[in-house]
């Protein structure tokens, strides 16, 4: 997995200087205030689903007050470069690739804000990986920002609040057991998928990428993402889109995930894997070692139950947008994370 992991709050605006996010100080010192107790729950409370029901999903919602590590591979085949400004720029071919930036707090009180990349794929939704935002060290983000490429134009005018959420169960689900045994199953790689959704409508120069599923066997790609590693002017990360031309392989009958040789870092967690027709087939998230060989691995779309549009069904659900036979989800028992409520959910 490959997110970049710092002490908030200090991020880059879009004049390249280093600022603080008000509303992040604000949250964390909410947080601070909060008992050893409630700091528990809000990282581990992850009830059992009632009448032993099989859940798929599990929807958040941040309350209506609410203000608003891991390892990578350069394999060295497929070196990165920065995308061209006009692709980033409104109506860009990817201005709506963007960074997904989360604040976490600790058991013990320790906080921390991560950086990883994601897709703008309607209106209000980002599809990114489940552990930019759902950690196995800080459970859910108590705080989630959406941001496009620096040289898109003033951070005041593009940056996005989310307001609720859906990440797949077995992600959930292993990060919980893994707080227990320190082991996280590799198994729930598979499904590490998430999709958000912002308070306000995006403006209407980011473009919204297609999705489609992930074709088995071997296709020529582009690995998009920020990688916290460059470019660096002058000593200070650019936030610039940047991709590592890449074939990637999916062989379902020996992988459940997608084998890459693109170039990665941290930050590119998350980033769309998109095809020579502009779909994105599958998101970034980390690398694996197979037979003492390090090789990247994304996860597949549309297969072994990742299905964006259910995940955006049960956000909508769940937070009264929709109703439930509007749509092929269903409910299955209600709780809460910290201050946040939240849902199981399951489809056929």
């Not at 603080?20 to 604000?26: Q, R």
């Not at 690995?223 to 379902?252: H, N, R």
């Not at 994105?280 to 090789?295: C, Q, W």
Request: glycine residues 10%; charged residues 25%.
């Amino acid at each position: 997995m490959g997110n970049i992991r710092s002490k908030p709050v200090p991020e880059v605006t879009s004049d390249g200087k280093l600022g603080t996010d008000i509303l992040a100080h604000k949250r964390l010192s909410i947080a601070q205030r909060e008992s050893t107790r409630k700091r528990l729950a809000r990282i581990e409370c992850l009830p059992a689903p009632i009448g032993g029901n099989r859940s798929q999903a599990v929807a958040f919602q941040y309350p209506s007050d609410h203000t608003f590590d891991y390892d990578e591979a350069i394999l060295g085949v497929n070196p990165r470069k920065v995308t061209l400004g006009a692709h980033v720029q409104n109506g860009g071919a990817f201005s709506g690739v963007v960074r997904v930036v989360s604040l976490f707090l600790g058991r013990t009180g320790e906080w921390w804000q991560t950086t990883g990349s994601g897709v703008i794929i309607d209106d209000y939704h980002v599809m990114t990986v489940g552990h930019n935002i759902w950690s196995l060290e800080g459970g859910l983000a108590l705080c989630i920002s959406i941001h496009r490429d620096e040289r898109a134009g003033p951070e005041h005018l593009y940056k996005r609040y989310v307001d609720a959420g859906a990440v797949h169960y077995q992600w959930a689900q292993a990060c919980f057991e893994a707080k227990e045994s320190t082991f996280m199953r590799k198994s729930s790689w598979e499904n590490d998928l998430a999709v958000l959704r912002v308070s306000k409508r995006f403006h209407e120069g980011c473009q919204r990428m297609e999705y489609r599923q992930t074709p088995i066997g071997t296709t020529d790609v582009g690995i998009y993402g920020f990688p916290g590693d460059m470019p660096i002017v002058e000593g200070v990360w650019q936030a610039s889109l940047c991709i590592s031309p890449s074939k990637v392989t999916y062989a379902p009958s020996t992988s459940t995930m997608l084998d890459h040789d693109g170039d990665t870092e941290g930050g590119n967690s998350g980033g769309p894997v998109v095809d020579c027709f502009g779909n994105v087939i599958a998101l970034h998230r980390g690398f694996d070692k197979v037979d003492r060989a390090r090789i990247n691995k994304a996860v597949a779309l549309l297969v072994n139950g990742n299905d964006p549009e259910k995940l955006m069904q049960t956000i909508d659900v769940f937070s009264g947008e929709k109703s439930i036979e509007d749509f092929q989800v269903r409910e299955v028992n209600k709780f809460t994370i910290g201050k946040c409520t939240a849902a199981y959910f399951g489809w056929d």
